[in-house]
Antibody, heavy 120, light 107 residues
Framework: VQLQQWGPGLVKPSETLSLTCGVF????????WNWIRQSPGKGLDWIGD???????NYNPSLMSRVTISVDTSKSQFSLSLSSVTAADTGVYYC???????????????WGQGILVTVSS | DIQMTQSPSSVSASVGDRVTITCRAS??????LAWYQQTPGKAPKLLIY???TLQGGVPSRFSGSGSGTDFTLTISSLQPEDFATYFC?????????FGGGTKVEMK
């Protein structure tokens, strides 16, 4: 299983950050797919997840600005974060939840990470 | 949100040392806890899940224990490739949350 992410590394303030993660190998439909970010020099923040049917869970701290979507035909899922500010600068990772239920929260495969800088 | 507090925030150790990192949850999470290892410029790597189950391919010098609110990650004999930052994570309740990290540095 490999996860490969892509998207712009620079986003202007007030605009929308958009990233996509492609899944190569393994089953796409059997897992939850996650976005996590890491602010410079800081820890990890879970953004949200989605399954193959489009069911989502979001971090309440970002819920008003986040949309996670899925394209099962391409084994891809995407992150959209609107009205970004400098505080949204960080490395964004996609990751696979290990299994079902609680185990879906354990991330066993990760993308390479993309540094997104919010700056004019 | 469940707050995850790790200690220490950093530890200096030598190859061959036994290293112990602790993680405390602000409320009980049973054994719904994972440990990750992160080296600079890389994505985190899952080491242990369900508090004590070793992820496939992870060396047996890593072990985890605990339940409820208090958890421990132990490296029995530190190897050169183990100098990294370690994070705990709870999966009991949304939003999923991580500890602040413990950096294992060379003494």
């Amino acid at each position: 299983v490999q996860l490969q992410q892509w998207g712009p590394g620079l986003v202007k303030p007030s605009e929308t950050l958009s990233l996509t993660c492609g899944v190569f190998g393994g089953s796409f439909n059997d897992y939850y797919w996650n976005w996590i970010r890491q602010s410079p020099g800081k820890g990890l923040d879970w953004i949200g997840d989605i399954n193959h049917s489009g069911s989502t869970n979001y971090n309440p701290s970002l819920m008003s600005r986040v949309t996670i979507s899925v394209d099962t035909s391409k084994s891809q899922f995407s992150l959209s974060l609107s009205s970004v500010t400098a505080a949204d600068t960080g490395v964004y990772y996609c990751a696979r939840g290990k299994g079902s239920g609680y185990e879906g929260g354990f991330f066993d495969f990760w993308g390479q990470g993309i540094l997104v800088t919010v700056s004019s | 949100d469940i707050q995850m507090t790790q200690s220490p925030s950093s530890v200096s150790a030598s190859v061959g040392d036994r290293v112990t990192i602790t993680c405390r949850a602000s409320q009980g999470i049973s054994t719904w806890l994972a440990w990750y290892q992160q080296t600079p410029g890389k994505a985190p790597k899952l080491l242990i899940y369900s508090a004590s189950t070793l992820q496939g391919g992870v060396p047996s010098r890593f072990s985890g224990s605990g339940s409820g609110t208090d958890f421990t990650l132990t490296i029995s004999s530190l190897q050169p490739e183990d100098f990294a930052t370690y994070f705990c994570q709870q999966v009991k309740t949304f939003p999923l949350t991580f500890g602040g990290g413990t950096k294992v540095e060379m003494k």
